[in-house]
């Protein structure tokens, strides 16, 4: 699976747009793009995931660029309860989910 | 709807012990996996499996057996606690493990190796 870099943290204003990005520039052609967040102490919650084109859910959108080398997932409108770690995995047909460490997201009152 | 149910949520064992982490889903799931997961980093992979009877190792297995006699539980066994595995432990399952089945995780269990 190819590796992902997040930034370690990121802050956010209540109410505005988060925007999380993950680079993947190894991604090969069959994997998929996940994401999910960690609220502290909890067990990981699944968001969304894509494999070439945009997506969108009642919690998030995801924007994969063109090349597939990098993607955004946004928060269309942070709430605190947004505030938790965020981790981006690229993962191919029957392997494996490997987490990373993520991106801590804290959203500002 | 229960989803996957860990057990015990707390536990503190002296080194040398063993003890069992339960673990169990009520979703007709194939797929099982236990993390632990360190303070300040992300999830590892410990043990998993792909159905009744079918289990393999992850990236930190040592330390930890597994076993599968039936789809719905899949426990983790400590056999020599050791304080480096004091640890937040998740139990995860989802339909299967193709690309686009998303997993779903218990709550954790805390344990304290002292």
């Known amino acids: 699976d190819a590796k992902t870099t997040q930034p370690p943290s990121m802050d956010c204003a209540e109410g505005r747009a988060a925007n999380l990005p993950c680079n993947h520039s190894?991604?090969?052609?069959?994997?998929?793009v996940y994401w999910y967040r960690q609220i502290h102490s909890q067990g990981p919650q699944y968001i969304i995931h894509?494999?070439?084109n945009n997506e969108t859910n009642e919690m998030a959108s995801l924007i994969i660029t063109e090349d597939r080398k990098s993607s955004t997932l946004i928060l269309p409108h942070a709430t605190l309860r947004d505030t938790a770690v965020y981790y981006c995995?690229?993962?191919?047909?029957?392997?494996?989910?490997?987490f990373g460490t993520g991106t801590s997201l804290t959203v500002i009152p | 709807n229960a989803g996957v149910t860990q057990t015990p949520k707390f536990q503190v064992l002296k080194t040398g012990q063993s003890m069992t982490l339960q673990c169990a889903q009520d979703?007709?799931?194939?797929?099982m996996s236990w993390y632990r997961q360190d303070p300040g980093m992300g999830l590892r992979l410990i043990h998993y499996?792909?159905?009744?009877?079918?289990?393999d190792q992850g990236e930190v297995p040592n330390g930890y057996n597994v076993s599968r006699s039936t789809t719905e539980d899949f426990p983790l066994r400590l056999l020599s606690a050791a304080p480096s595995q004091t640890s937040v432990y998740f139990c995860?399952?989802?339909?299967?493990?193709?690309?686009?089945?998303?997993?779903?995780f218990g709550e954790g269990s805390w344990l304290t190796v002292v």
């Open positions: 995860a399952s989802s339909i299967d493990r193709e690309a686009g089945n998303t997993i779903y």
């Open positions: 190894t991604i090969s052609g069959n994997e998929y």
């Open positions: 894509g494999l070439k």
């Open positions: 995995i690229a993962k191919q047909t029957g392997n494996q989910f490997y």
């Open positions: 979703m007709n799931h194939e797929y």
């Open positions: 499996s792909v159905g009744a009877g079918i289990t």
